[in-house]
């Protein structure tokens, strides 16, 4: 039936070339060179469906036609404890990824974390700088001779205090020893006493 079958096919390519070479006025090609080689056709066809057909044959006798051998005990339980130890491998390295998956998630966090101190810090260095460059422009003296400054202005101002009691009751004496007809200006000061008031005054400044 197969036999028919290519060789009904080869006899309709064959009357197709036939008449392709006609309408095309191809004069070489004749009947005898095209029925050489469609019969070299049929006859690869015919070796090519063989060893196909073969093959398979070989293929439905080993897999098909035949009843499967009873596996071995040994190299079933080796072929179990390699698949056992591969499934504890995938597990194990399953597990592995899990660890590092969560450890990259810390990282993650303690880096944001560190960029949030250093922008902290950086805003902190800043300020100092700016702060340094306002303090530049002041003349600030040192601390030591600040308290000595101020030691010195306190007995100087202690001096003046002293000083000025005792020209308030040398005034009180000058002044408690005018005659009462002596006359006097608004300031409620005597006249006659103009001269020494005039030194006093020169004696505060």
């Known amino acids: 039936m197969v036999d028919s079958s290519l060789e009904h096919a080869v006899d309709t390519y064959k009357r197709e070339l036939l008449s ?16 050489d080689s469609c019969q070299d056709l049929l006859e690869r066809m015919q070796s090519t469906y063989g060893k196909n057909m073969a093959k398979f044959e070989l293929y439905a006798l080993r897999n098909i036609f035949t009843l499967p051998v009873a596996a071995d005990t040994s190299a079933a339980a080796a072929t179990k404890q390699s698949l056992d ?7 194990q390295t399953h597990h592995n990824y899990l660890k590092m998956q969560a450890q990259k998630n810390r990282l993650a966090i303690e880096c944001d974390q560190g960029e949030a101190l250093l922008k902290d810090m950086r805003s902190a260095l800043f300020t100092m700088k700016v702060g340094s460059q306002v303090l530049e422009e002041y003349s600030v003296a040192p601390l030591d001779t600040t308290v000595s400054f101020i030691v010195t202005k306190q007995v100087e101002l202690q001096a003046l205090c002293t000083r000025a009691m005792a020209i308030v009751e040398e005034m009180e004496e000058s002044t408690g020893m005018v005659e009462d007809d002596t006359p006097t200006n608004a300031t409620g000061i005597n006249a006659g006493q103009a001269l020494e008031t005039g030194k006093i005054t020169e004696a505060m400044r």
């Open 20 to 35: 392709i070479a006609n309408s095309k006025g191809y004069e070489n090609i004749t009947t005898n060179v095209v029925d």
């Open 85 to 91: 130890k591969v499934s504890h491998e995938v597990e």
